[in-house]
């Protein structure tokens, strides 16, 4: 599989629509990362109409809770987490310019309604995949809640991050059209393409 | 008569933290091997070798710059058998088990996953205990600790389901085939499925867990249970679900079934799914 090519945050809709499901690309520039309790508390502050803790205009945000920083490192492994849980906030943030997010895992169909309104794109890195992700990290520093451990928001630096496009932002799922190609019915007959 | 064999508990936890320290960083050569197996062989879609590709190389780095496999260092789950000769000595078990926990989150810098309160406030204990141990008596005057790190993306993914007498290995075949199908790639495929079969709810369930650490290729004794593991792990891999999720013929590495003698009445059918980081590792002492 060729990388397909290289995209730098902030995304613009140009580069959103030019990716396709399927592709393999390798994203470099800022990244925020957040997961359960951040997607709370971001919430919160949009129906509390408090200051947000980043522009989400343009933004990438990751579902991830890096294990601890060893000393000398950058960031300790960060592979993504399950997506789907952070599927009752996303449509809200997306509403207020989120143009990208990395997890692993099916979206609901409201996240991909939502993502071909606002022209987003969803980007799957490899699950388990933890200590190979974090050699794409250059930089981390909190943005938010520390006090969240992993889960705090943080403001990531990375370069060459691996990602496939999962969900394009013309609602095209390889969740489906991936394992459909290699479906075989019990009696082992490939199934329909 | 015999003498009873004293262990110092100091012992046991550090046998435990330098269990998970182990697991947590470097993966079975079984799966490994089959990690590779399945990439230069057996898998067809790009995007599937693709995966099995970044999972390898993972491994590799995860070994050379002693960081976790997965960021989810899981909810430490302790097997023990212990020689019923054995005394300890020096404290308390459960809490020198703990001991070994805490000290490996803290010295490995393993994500501490672990809450006090499953339900209301959620809040992290902050030492990645309590572990959840189980305990065998068995004869002799050893002690073997088999540890593994268990991760919730693949956990979430487990199903139990109560079978009337009447149904039969088909039932169950096709059970595993559904609970894999519903996981879809939230588990982080290839997986490992765990499957235990009969006594009460709670013994199929850690027969399963325990299922999931059996070696690749291994199958159990009694071949008509050998045939079902083997044509659950043919219907797992037609779902097409492929390594992470994406497509591919990779849905699976292996299924593990253990069964043990049941009521006349009903059999409690668990599977556990592993992720393809399935971290073990074991020490008699
Ligand atoms: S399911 Fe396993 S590999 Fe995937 S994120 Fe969880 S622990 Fe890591």
């Given at each position: 599989m060729k990388y397909a090519g290289r995209i730098v945050t902030p995304l613009t809709d140009k580069a959103v629509l030019s990716l396709r499901s399927g592709d393999k690309v390798l994203i470099s520039g800022i990244i925020f990362t957040g997961r359960d309790a951040a997607h709370r508390r971001i919430a919160d502050s949009i129906g509390g109409n408090r200051p947000l803790p980043?522009?989400?205009?343009?933004q990438v945000i990751y579902y991830v809770g890096p294990s601890p920083t060893p000393p000398g490192k950058t960031c300790g492994s960060a592979g993504p987490t399950t997506s789907g849980r952070m599927d009752p906030f996303t449509p809200l943030l997306l509403d207020l310019g989120l143009k990208g997010m990395i997890g692993k895992g099916t979206r609901s169909s409201e996240v991909i309604d939502s993502m071909v309104r606002n022209k987003a794109v969803y980007l799957g890195a490899v699950g388990g995949a933890a200590a190979l992700i974090s050699k794409s990290i250059t930089r981390m520093e909190t943005v938010a809640w520390p006090e969240l451990g992993p889960e705090a928001v943080f403001r990531m630096r990375v370069e060459d991050f691996p990602v496939v496009v999962l969900i394009d932002a013309y609602g095209k799922n390889l969740y489906e059209t991936g394992p459909r190609q290699y479906l075989r019915d019990p009696a082992g007959r490939p199934g329909e393409e | 008569m015999k003498v009873p064999r004293e262990i110092d508990l100091s012992l046991v936890t550090e046998a435990v933290k330098g269990l998970l320290i182990k697991a947590n960083i470097s993966i079975g050569q079984d799966i490994y091997n089959a990690l590779v197996h399945a990439r230069d062989r057996v898998e067809e879609s790009p995007v599937g070798k693709y995966v099995l590709d970044q999972i390898i190389r993972n491994h590799d780095i995860a070994r050379s710059d002693q960081m976790p496999i997965c960021q989810d260092t899981g909810m430490a789950v302790v097997f023990t058998d212990i020689g019923q000769e054995v005394v300890f000595r020096g404290g308390n078990l459960v809490q020198a088990i703990n001991s070994g926990v805490e000290e490996a989150y803290r010295e490995g810098f393993f994500r501490r996953s672990v809450?006090?309160?499953?339900?209301?406030?959620?809040?992290?204990?902050?030492?990645?205990?309590?572990a959840v141990i189980h305990t065998r008596i068995v004869p002799g005057d050893r002690m073997t600790l088999l540890v593994t790190p268990k991760g919730f993306g693949s956990e979430n993914m487990s199903a139990l389901k109560m079978f009337t007498p009447a149904e039969g290995p088909e039932k169950v075949r096709d059970f595993i085939k559904e609970t894999v199908a519903a996981a879809g790639p939230n588990p982080c495929p290839p997986t490992i499925v765990g499957v235990g079969i009969g006594g009460t709810v709670e013994a199929a369930a850690i027969m399963a867990k325990r299922a999931?650490?059996?070696?690749?290729g291994r199958r159990n004794t009694d071949s008509r249970y050998a045939a079902l593991e083997i044509e659950s792990l043919a219907a797992v891999n037609d779902l097409g679900i492929g390594p992470g999720g994406l497509?591919?013929?990779?849905?699976?590495?292996d299924v593990h079934i253990d069964f043990a003698p049941g009521h006349i009445a009903g059999t409690p059918v668990v599977v556990n799914i592993c992720c393809h980081a399935s971290r073990h590792a074991e020490v008699t002492i």
């Amino acid at each position: 599989m060729k990388y397909a090519g290289r995209i730098v945050t902030p995304l613009t809709d140009k580069a959103v629509l030019s990716l396709r499901s399927g592709d393999k690309v390798l994203i470099s520039g800022i990244i925020f990362t957040g997961r359960d309790a951040a997607h709370r508390r971001i919430a919160d502050s949009i129906g509390g109409n408090r200051p947000l803790p980043f522009d989400l205009n343009g933004q990438v945000i990751y579902y991830v809770g890096p294990s601890p920083t060893p000393p000398g490192k950058t960031c300790g492994s960060a592979g993504p987490t399950t997506s789907g849980r952070m599927d009752p906030f996303t449509p809200l943030l997306l509403d207020l310019g989120l143009k990208g997010m990395i997890g692993k895992g099916t979206r609901s169909s409201e996240v991909i309604d939502s993502m071909v309104r606002n022209k987003a794109v969803y980007l799957g890195a490899v699950g388990g995949a933890a200590a190979l992700i974090s050699k794409s990290i250059t930089r981390m520093e909190t943005v938010a809640w520390p006090e969240l451990g992993p889960e705090a928001v943080f403001r990531m630096r990375v370069e060459d991050f691996p990602v496939v496009v999962l969900i394009d932002a013309y609602g095209k799922n390889l969740y489906e059209t991936g394992p459909r190609q290699y479906l075989r019915d019990p009696a082992g007959r490939p199934g329909e393409e | 008569m015999k003498v009873p064999r004293e262990i110092d508990l100091s012992l046991v936890t550090e046998a435990v933290k330098g269990l998970l320290i182990k697991a947590n960083i470097s993966i079975g050569q079984d799966i490994y091997n089959a990690l590779v197996h399945a990439r230069d062989r057996v898998e067809e879609s790009p995007v599937g070798k693709y995966v099995l590709d970044q999972i390898i190389r993972n491994h590799d780095i995860a070994r050379s710059d002693q960081m976790p496999i997965c960021q989810d260092t899981g909810m430490a789950v302790v097997f023990t058998d212990i020689g019923q000769e054995v005394v300890f000595r020096g404290g308390n078990l459960v809490q020198a088990i703990n001991s070994g926990v805490e000290e490996a989150y803290r010295e490995g810098f393993f994500r501490r996953s672990v809450v006090a309160d499953p339900l209301f406030d959620r809040k992290n204990t902050g030492t990645n205990t309590p572990a959840v141990i189980h305990t065998r008596i068995v004869p002799g005057d050893r002690m073997t600790l088999l540890v593994t790190p268990k991760g919730f993306g693949s956990e979430n993914m487990s199903a139990l389901k109560m079978f009337t007498p009447a149904e039969g290995p088909e039932k169950v075949r096709d059970f595993i085939k559904e609970t894999v199908a519903a996981a879809g790639p939230n588990p982080c495929p290839p997986t490992i499925v765990g499957v235990g079969i009969g006594g009460t709810v709670e013994a199929a369930a850690i027969m399963a867990k325990r299922a999931t650490l059996y070696p690749i290729g291994r199958r159990n004794t009694d071949s008509r249970y050998a045939a079902l593991e083997i044509e659950s792990l043919a219907a797992v891999n037609d779902l097409g679900i492929g390594p992470g999720g994406l497509g591919g013929r990779v849905t699976c590495l292996d299924v593990h079934i253990d069964f043990a003698p049941g009521h006349i009445a009903g059999t409690p059918v668990v599977v556990n799914i592993c992720c393809h980081a399935s971290r073990h590792a074991e020490v008699t002492i």
